[in-house]
């Protein structure tokens, strides 16, 4: 009787090999422990590796005095004419267009002049104050060319001027000037006390109809009268042309940047005014 053969014997007749089968399970890695110091002297190392990269930028980023247009006179607390000022940073410029996306263009511009403007709070500052501001930070951020489109109003031209705000005409008060200015109205003849719209003014000020409303905020008396419920129904009592005067004063566009800018159409050569405004170069490299 035969014994029967095993496969192991049956493989050594055929000229096979058996081999040891393959784990079921390949054996993991196991990672080195971390050194503490090797991680130290690698953060160094890429610290040093960007300060070598930015050794060109450094100073480009550093803080610049500016002289208000207000010359400083609509913040006795601060007793000072001028601000510091410092470049925009890509990430300032990132969170401005993302805002601005989400329809929060007003808000993020108050931020980013936080961020880049010491000295006086930025919800302190007039608004021609600010203005001012914001395009020195366009200057020294990018540079002092500035493009604007001016339609003109005889032929439909659109002429592209390219300005150098640099050169731009300021405006500064006087040095007799005061904020609360003394506005004779013309038809009461009476005497109003007016102060400047300043940036936290600004939510009351961004339709047309709360413009309108609203300049009764701007007069902090009249003939000596300081209640507000009176200086209302005063301001709606009066005539056009009171009103009228007390606008002019309270947002005198005068003051700051000339905002108004004259040049001849390419077109028809005939003299056109814009005015100067933030578009869509505000943000770009001249």
Same mark, same amino acid.
């Given at each position: 009787?035969?014994?029967?053969?095993?496969?192991?014997?049956?493989?050594?007749?055929?000229?096979?090999?058996?081999?040891?089968?393959?784990?079921?399970?390949?054996?993991?890695?196991?990672?080195?422990?971390?050194?503490?110091?090797?991680?130290?002297?690698?953060?160094?190392?890429?610290?040093?590796?960007?300060?070598?990269?930015?050794?060109?930028?450094?100073?480009?980023?550093?803080?610049?005095?500016?002289? &208000?247009?207000?010359?400083?006179?609509?913040?006795?607390?601060?007793?000072?004419?001028?601000?510091?000022?410092?470049?925009?940073?890509?990430?300032?410029? #990132?969170?401005?267009?993302?805002?601005?996306?989400?329809?929060?263009?007003?808000?993020?511009?108050?931020? &980013?002049?936080?961020?880049?403007?010491?000295?006086?709070?930025?919800?302190?500052?007039?608004?021609?104050?600010?203005?001012?501001?914001?395009?020195?930070?366009?200057?020294?951020?990018?540079?002092?060319?500035?493009?604007?489109?001016?339609?003109?109003?005889?032929?439909?031209?659109?002429?592209?001027?390219?300005?150098?705000?640099?050169?731009?005409?300021?405006?500064?008060?006087?040095?007799?000037?005061?904020?609360?200015?003394?506005?004779?109205?013309?038809?009461?003849?009476?005497?109003?006390?007016?102060?400047?719209? #300043?940036?936290?003014?600004?939510?009351?000020?961004?339709?047309?109809?709360?413009?309108?409303?609203?300049?009764?905020?701007?007069?902090?008396?009249?003939?000596?009268?300081?209640?507000?419920?009176?200086?209302?129904?005063?301001? #709606?009592?009066?005539?056009?042309?009171?009103?009228?005067?007390?606008?002019?004063?309270?947002?005198?566009?005068?003051?700051?940047?000339?905002?108004?800018?004259?040049?001849?159409?390419?077109?028809?050569?005939?003299?056109?005014?814009?005015?100067?405004?933030?578009?869509?170069?505000?943000?770009?490299?001249?």
């Amino acid at each position: 009787m035969n014994e029967e053969k095993g496969i192991v014997d049956m493989m050594k007749e055929e000229g096979l090999e058996a081999t040891q089968a393959p784990p079921l399970h390949p054996p993991v890695a196991r990672a080195a422990t971390p050194n503490p110091e090797s991680k130290v002297t690698d953060n160094d190392n890429i610290n040093a590796i960007l300060e070598g990269l930015l050794e060109n930028v450094t100073e480009k980023k550093g803080w610049v005095s500016i002289k &208000l247009p207000s010359l400083g006179k609509c913040y006795p607390n601060y007793n000072t004419d001028s601000v510091r000022i410092r470049p925009f940073t890509f990430e300032d410029e #990132r969170n401005l267009r993302i805002a601005a996306r989400d329809n929060q263009g007003n808000d993020a511009i108050t931020t &980013l002049l936080d961020n880049c403007v010491d000295g006086i709070p930025v919800q302190a500052l007039t608004i021609f104050d600010k203005n001012y501001v914001l395009f020195k930070l366009r200057e020294l951020s990018y540079g002092s060319s500035y493009p604007i489109v001016g339609k003109c109003d005889t032929c439909g031209t659109n002429n592209t001027l390219r300005l150098e705000l640099s050169s731009l005409p300021v405006a500064y008060f006087e040095e007799d000037y005061e904020e609360y200015s003394k506005v004779l109205l013309p038809d009461a003849k009476k005497t109003a006390i007016i102060r400047f719209p #300043r940036v936290n003014d600004e939510p009351h000020l961004d339709t047309p109809e709360k413009l309108v409303d609203g300049i009764n905020r701007f007069v902090t008396s009249i003939e000596g009268v300081t209640d507000e419920a009176i200086i209302f129904a005063f301001v #709606r009592k009066t005539t056009v042309k009171d009103v009228t005067t007390l606008r002019n004063k309270i947002f005198d566009l005068s003051l700051g940047y000339e905002s108004e800018i004259i040049y001849p159409c390419g077109g028809c050569q005939r003299d056109n005014k814009t005015n100067l405004i933030l578009n869509e170069n505000f943000f770009s490299v001249s």
